[in-house]
């Protein structure tokens, strides 16, 4: 295509496609072109999985500790012992991303339903993306560009791994399909995600049931005081039944299978 074409038409113009002025078409592709690329796959609805991008496979967190250094600091040492005791995150993600795959994979009439969605990064991420695979199955990765930061792993299914610029549309496509949600121990990111989604849904934002569960009960009973802020009124009873806490593989598989095959076997959502 000519230069004088292109500066001529503005849809053709990526100075114009990358001003100011242009942002509302931007916004708008990471509306359509995720849509288009998960009709083309079939993917209607998905199962996410949010976690930290710190946390290590079993194997990894192994072989950084044994190859630590005898003159490396006690905090160091700690600091990787941590992320080995850590791992058992990564590797019950993993397996319970394989389970939902096969569990989806043998429902009558499915298309590429209950697909394992992540962030697309490493650690938590990696697990559910790695654990489908494995499994025989598709998975999503929405992934997120960040300067001097890689992003999307390995185990995301080709054309499945679908980077946004804007963290609102990736959130936005993060519930858009959820039709359960399992929320791993992590930081910032994690915490941003997980009271966006419950204020969404205290709020009536978001009309569908979505079962969701913190796994780790004592990461997250540490890390959050539920019971205080009951105490103080600043959440009601009904709030604490937003969520599930659990602390086994079986349990999560059970509690999301049976929500969703009780409220959402009902056909694709688009």
Known sequence: MSDTITKDRFYFDPEFVGSPDGRTIRIMSEYYGPLRRLRRKKVYDTIVFFGSA????????????????NHKKDVSINRLKKDLEMAQYYEDARALSG???????????????????????????????????????????????????????????????????????????????????????????TLDELMELLTLIQTEKIKKRVPIVLY???????????????????????????????????????????FIEKHHLKGPNF
């Open 99 to 189: 389970e939902f795959t096969k569990w989806s994979k043998g429902l009558k009439d499915a298309k590429h339903r209950y697909i394992i969605c992540s962030g697309g990064g490493p650690g938590i991420m990696e697990a559910s993306n790695r654990g489908a695979n494995e499994a025989g199955g598709i998975s999503v990765g929405l992934t997120i560009s960040l300067p001097e930061e890689k992003s999307g792993n390995p185990w995301i299914t080709d054309g499945l791994d679908l980077k946004f610029h804007y963290f609102f549309m990736r959130k936005f496509w993060f519930l858009y399909l959820a039709k359960a949600l399992v929320v791993w121990p992590g930081g910032f990111g």
């Open 216 to 258: 780790g009960k004592e990461f997250w009973e540490n890390v959050i005081n539920w019971d205080y802020l009951l105490e103080m009124g600043t959440i009601s009873n009904d709030d604490l039944e937003l969520f599930h806490i659990s602390n086994s593989k079986k349990d999560t598989f059970n509690y999301v299978t049976s």
């Open 54 to 69: 710190r946390i290590k496979s079993r194997a990894d967190a192994q072989q950084a500790l044994d190859n630590a250094s």
